[in-house]
T-cell receptor, first 110, second 110 residues
Framework: DGGITQSPKYLFRKEGQNVTLSCEQN?????MYWYRQDPGQGLRLIYY???????QKGDIAEGYSVSREKKESFPLTVTSAQKNPTAFYLC?????????FGSGTRLTVV | GQQLNQSPQSMFIQEGEDVSMNCTSS?????WLWYKQDPGEGPVLLIA?????ELTSNGRLTAQFGITRKDSFLNISASIPSDVGIYFC??????????FGKGTRLHILP
């Protein structure tokens, strides 16, 4: 079945550590997106990529980095520069307007 | 920037009741999307609307694209326990990136 796979489902990070969240899709979609979700805040765009080897900052890119070396993969690194990284992270892909989302990764700083 | 305002923020209803929620913006949108997010999962697209005045149904769900193109409505008839979750409206902004409202959280009382 086609879809988007995010891993891990739960991730714990110590302060000062970088962590990488995985996002893989087999939908053959060109565009991929990373969103952050905080309670009561809706979804905020971190980074997006419309083609391989190209990506752009979204509304809250500070403290995050991404790469897009393959069409299927769009990993997100949460760096130590992100001061409040505890959140639910969602990856999405799209051929056009309607996005398909993964099941999310919940990151907690301990 | 463009924003989507959803109301109500949350609602508590009895099983079997009908539900109405809306989404408004100060800007015109050419597409309206409605998503549902189950707890701990990614949002799933319920209905997409592409034309002012359009009324589209998906089972017990009905959504309308407002005539002014600045609002949209979602109705759920005869609610059941699995309707619990967060409902997001969304639409493409001027840069063609999807922006999301903050969601309406639906609770169903036994």
């Amino acid at each position: 079945d086609g879809g988007i796979t995010q891993s891990p489902k739960y991730l714990f990070r110590k302060e000062g550590q970088n962590v990488t969240l995985s996002c893989e899709q087999n939908l053959n979609h060109d565009a991929m997106y990373w969103y952050r979700q905080d309670p009561g805040q809706g979804l905020r765009l971190i980074y997006y990529s419309q083609i391989v080897n190209d990506f752009q900052k979204g509304d809250i890119a500070e403290g995050y980095s991404v790469s897009r070396e393959k069409k299927e993969s769009f990993p997100l690194t949460v760096t130590s520069a992100q001061k409040n990284p505890t959140a639910f992270y969602l990856c999405a892909s799209s051929p056009s307007v309607g996005y398909t989302f993964g099941s999310g990764t919940r990151l907690t700083v301990v | 920037g463009q924003q989507l305002n959803q109301s109500p923020q949350s609602m508590f209803i009895q099983e079997g009741e009908d539900v109405s929620m809306n989404c408004t913006s100060s800007s015109i949108f050419n597409t309206w999307l409605w998503y549902k997010q189950d707890p701990g999962e990614g949002p799933v697209l319920l209905i997409a609307l592409y034309k002012a005045g359009e009324l589209t149904s998906n089972g017990r769900l009905t959504a309308q694209f407002g005539i002014t193109r600045k609002d949209s409505f979602l109705n759920i008839s005869a609610s059941i326990p699995s309707d619990v979750g967060i409902y997001f409206c969304a639409g493409p902004n001027r840069d063609d990136k999807i922006i999301f409202g903050k969601g309406t959280r639906l609770h169903i009382l036994p």
